[in-house]
């Protein structure tokens, strides 16, 4: 038991070049403003709206796998479609003024490449958003990849954005990390076998949190300092 628990605290503090992170959740507190988009589009088209925590239970993949889900079983062909048009037309429209880093999150990410970690995000929402929101708020970091979703390739909890990443920067997958917030994180790190790191303040349970998988659940980004060891 103790030459396990030695062996993990070793996987987190002294192997790891590249850190890959989610967006959602992780980085960025953005499900408000989905939140409200979603609810007018439901609203626009005579559908019942939900509540924060309902669509917590629905978020986490792509928008072609979130609409059915917040459809219910209103989830026709039809309806699908007529929703995630109104709901992006809306969200593309919309100031966004709710979606913010995380506090810290800046200085914990200009640490960690100041000490030559490699650093990158991988998420279901589309590459566009993603990078909007990078050069909004965090314009002193060199991402060397942004990976999000894209209609021509599968989206997490498929590996492919995590091997994308891996290939572009060049090292073994002992010396990644993935840091995430969810079950669809930790299925993500499991399926490019590569190690996971869960943070309590985004969208995840307590489920989550006690996944045998995770190796270490966090409840402020200022702890990722002490998880690499890399001058």
């Known amino acids: 038991m ?8 070793y996987k987190v503090l002294f192997m790891k070049r590249l850190a890959i992170f989610d967006f ?6 953005s499900v408000h ?3 409200i988009c979603f609810n007018k589009a439901l609203s626009m088209n005579g559908f019942p709206t939900l509540t924060r925590e309902e669509y917590i239970e ?6 072609d796998e979130v609409v059915p889900l917040i459809l219910k079983d209103k989830n026709s062909k039809e309806n699908i479609e007529l929703i995630k048009k109104d709901y992006q037309k809306l969200y593309d429209n919309s100031n966004k003024d ?3 880093p995380f506090p810290n999150s800046l200085e914990v990410l200009k640490e960690l490449q100041e000490r030559n970690i490699l650093l990158a995000i991988n ?3 589309t590459t566009d958003s993603i990078k909007y929101f990078v050069s909004k708020f965090f314009k002193e970091i060199d991402f060397i990849s942004i990976e999000g979703h894209n209609l021509d390739y599968p989206s997490k909890p498929n590996p492919h954005g995590v091997n994308n990443i891996i290939k572009k920067a060049n090292v073994g997958l002992d010396e990644v990390i993935y840091i995430g917030d969810s079950k669809t994180d930790i299925k993500t790190a499991k399926n490019a ?7 309590s303040w985004g969208y ?3 489920t989550d949190y006690e996944n045998d998988y995770v190796l270490k659940v966090i409840d402020d980004i200022c702890q990722l300092r002490f998880c690499f060891n890399v001058k």
């Open 2 to 9: 103790l030459k396990d628990i030695l062996h993990r605290i």
């Open 24 to 29: 959602d959740g992780t980085l960025f507190d």
């Open 33 to 35: 403003d989905v939140i």
């Open 58 to 63: 629905r978020l986490g993949g792509n928008i």
């Open 98 to 100: 709710n979606t913010l």
């Open 123 to 125: 998420s279901n929402r």
């Open 193 to 199: 076998n590569v190690d996971c790191i869960l943070v």
């Open 204 to 206: 995840g349970n307590q």
